[in-house]
Nanobody, 114 residues
């Protein structure tokens, strides 16, 4: 069974930083692209960042230059470093991997106050 567990959310003031982590089990982590998504209440879940097995990264335009995705294959964990946070970054952040189907964690809530 595949498990994804996100941690690191919380309440932060605008301009602050948070580091999210997603610990995985049940997959050969190092061969998979890992993704971060977020969902704002009332809106569809949207992609935020992804990292390939080789370390290539992609970001949605709104977080480019502020967020950094990284991975630690030895710990089967993916991270999302979020800097210069804005109130519009407030959302539940989810970790995702596609292994025959999409797997999701339960999410971690990020609240950015103005």
């Amino acid at each position: 069974q595949v498990y994804l567990v996100e941690r690191g959310g919380g309440l932060v003031q605008a301009g602050g930083s948070l580091r999210l982590s997603c610990a995985t089990s049940g997959i050969n982590f190092k061969i998979y692209r890992m993704n971060w998504y977020r969902q704002i209440p009332g809106r569809e879940r949207e992609p935020v960042a992804s990292i390939s097995s080789g370390g290539s990264t992609n970001y949605t335009e709104s977080v480019q230059g502020r967020f950094t995705i990284s991975r630690d294959n030895a710990r089967s964990t993916v991270f999302l470093q979020m800097n210069s946070l804005k109130p519009e970054d407030t959302a539940v952040y989810y970790c995702n991997v596609y292994h025959f189907r999409d797997f999701w964690g339960r999410g971690t809530r990020v609240t950015v106050s103005s």
